[in-house]
């Protein structure tokens, strides 16, 4: 008797089932596009490490809370700040469903491009995913580029968590604010409106208008 699969199992196959029609279109496009051989490797080679990490993360333990940072002290700490690893540029857009806009109108990949993006709703939408983020939240940063890369609205369980703020320490010895004053008018330069003014005139006559040029008569 064959063991039922896990619903993280059964949630990794339904995701590489939805790549799985593209990628025979993908295929497809690129024999008869040669210039479209880059782009179509660097998405094959995408989907796979998607479906790789979505195995490994939905596979792992949940992680426990993390605990509460202490504010700091405000004692100088003697240990250098470790320096940020710089973070690496993604050769993709990010603007919303990039991929469908780059793809040809054609009647073959539009059918595809369409059942992929229904069949990523009902994935994200799916009782077994939502249970899985619950417990690990860590999946939506896969899931969020493909569902933007297909046209896909996030739902509200898979946005990301709103950040944390940190509050800053007072500052003990705050600048005072600058006060600008104004400048004083002289009463001949205010220009009370009167019956005739009708603001300001928008011709030759404004002191902006560039001048008038005078052209010369050429004698033959």
């Given at each position: 008797?064959t063991?039922?699969?896990?619903?993280h199992e059964?949630?990794?196959?339904?995701l590489?089932?939805?790549?799985?029609?593209?990628?025979?279109?993908?295929?497809?496009l690129?024999?008869?596009?040669?210039?479209?051989?880059?782009?179509?490797?660097?998405?094959?080679?995408?989907?796979?490490?998607?479906?790789?990490?979505?195995?490994?993360?939905?596979?792992?333990?949940?992680?426990?809370?993390?605990?509460?940072?202490?504010?700091?002290?405000?004692?100088?700490?003697?240990?250098?700040?470790?320096?940020?690893?710089?973070?690496?540029?993604?050769?993709?857009?990010?603007?919303?469903?990039?991929?469908?806009?780059?793809?040809?109108?054609?009647?073959?990949?539009g059918?595809?491009?369409?059942?992929?993006?229904?069949?990523?709703?009902?994935?994200?939408?799916?009782?077994?995913?939502?249970?899985?983020?619950?417990?690990?939240?860590?999946?939506?940063?896969?899931?969020r580029?493909?569902?933007?890369?297909?046209?896909?609205?996030?739902?509200?369980?898979?946005?990301?968590?709103?950040?944390e703020?940190?509050?800053?320490?007072?500052?003990?010895?705050?600048?005072?604010?600058?006060?600008?004053?104004?400048?004083?008018?002289?009463?001949?330069d205010?220009?009370?409106?009167?019956?005739?003014?009708?603001?300001?005139?928008?011709?030759?006559?404004?002191?902006?208008?560039?001048?008038?040029?005078k052209?010369?008569?050429?004698?033959?």
């Amino acid at each position: 008797m064959t063991e039922a699969p896990r619903p993280h199992e059964a949630l990794t196959e339904t995701l590489k089932a939805i790549f799985a029609g593209f990628h025979r279109e993908a295929v497809r496009l690129a024999q008869h596009h040669r210039a479209a051989m880059p782009m179509v490797t660097l998405l094959l080679g995408y989907f796979n490490r998607v479906v790789i990490r979505f195995a490994r993360s939905a596979a792992k333990p949940a992680a426990p809370p993390r605990p509460i940072r202490e504010p700091a002290s405000d004692t100088p700490e003697t240990a250098p700040p470790k320096p940020s690893r710089p973070r690496k540029p993604s050769p993709f857009s990010t603007q919303f469903a990039w991929l469908l806009h780059l793809l040809p109108t054609t009647p073959t990949t539009g059918v595809v491009a369409a059942q992929a993006h229904y069949d990523l709703i009902a994935f994200v939408n799916s009782p077994d995913l939502i249970a899985l983020l619950a417990a690990k939240p860590s999946l939506g940063r896969i899931l969020r580029p493909i569902c933007r890369m297909f046209g896909v609205n996030l739902p509200d369980h898979l946005r990301p968590p709103p950040r944390e703020r940190r509050q800053r320490k007072p500052n003990p010895n705050p600048k005072p604010k600058r006060i600008i004053w104004p400048i004083p008018l002289h009463p001949a330069d205010i220009r009370v409106p009167d019956a005739n003014y009708h603001g300001v005139h928008f011709g030759p006559g404004n002191r902006f208008w560039p001048p008038r040029r005078k052209y010369r008569k050429i004698h033959s």
